[in-house]
């Protein structure tokens, strides 16, 4: 429990200051960094060798931060959430009071509403919503396990977390949904 908690404070520390961590997430191994500085964003995008066309994703702790970062949500999709068991991501149109880099040309952004223990602490403690892209250079395969993480992901980030490395159980991508009329339009599976 030491180590978690540690963690924590070591993160909200690096987040604060526009760092990027590298994190357990209730999927992936993630980069992480604080979701409404787009300095911090550039920073992943940098690291990830990524186009900044190319979206990210947003981890919050509940329905009451989506709402805060999304002008307009049909609140049914709140209670299909609730049913399913793999963690799902929603592509949200009408984003808001998020670093504008991170924010889709059409005005789209992919949030996750996160239980993992870990990460739903760590959003909750730094009172914001945090950036989770899979821990790989782009184009490159996702690590399912700490090991897997190159060193220059490793070497790229201002903090890695000590939780969970030890974890050697395959993780797996979310399945990414567009909620639009009660419709799901399946991203990815």
């Known amino acids: 429990m030491q180590s978690f908690l540690q963690d924590i404070d070591e993160c909200v520390k690096h987040l604060n200051k526009g760092n990027l ?28 060798k990524r186009s900044d066309e190319k979206a990210m994703i947003v981890l919050v702790e509940d329905e009451k931060e989506v709402i805060k970062y999304v002008k307009t949500v049909d609140q049914s999709l709140f209670d299909y959430l609730k049913k399913i068991n793999k963690p799902t991501t929603v592509i949200y149109d009408d984003a808001t009071n998020l670093a504008d880099n991170l924010i889709s040309k059409d005005g ?32 490159m395969p996702s690590p399912k396990i700490f090991n897997e993480i190159s060193d220059e992901i490793k070497n790229g980030v201002d903090y890695i977390v000590q939780y969970r490395q030890n974890d050697l159980v395959p993780s797996q991508p979310s399945t990414i949904i567009r909620w639009q009329n009660r419709n799901i339009e399946i991203i990815r599976p």
């Open 21 to 48: 961590i590298l994190y357990p997430t209730d999927t992936v191994w993630g980069i992480g960094c604080d979701a409404t500085n787009d300095k911090s964003v550039e920073k992943a995008f940098r690291l990830k």
């Open 108 to 139: 789209s952004i992919a949030i996750r509403i996160c239980k993992e223990d870990f990460c739903s602490a760590l959003i909750k403690t730094f009172g914001k919503p945090i950036v989770s892209t899979s821990a790989n250079i782009s184009g």
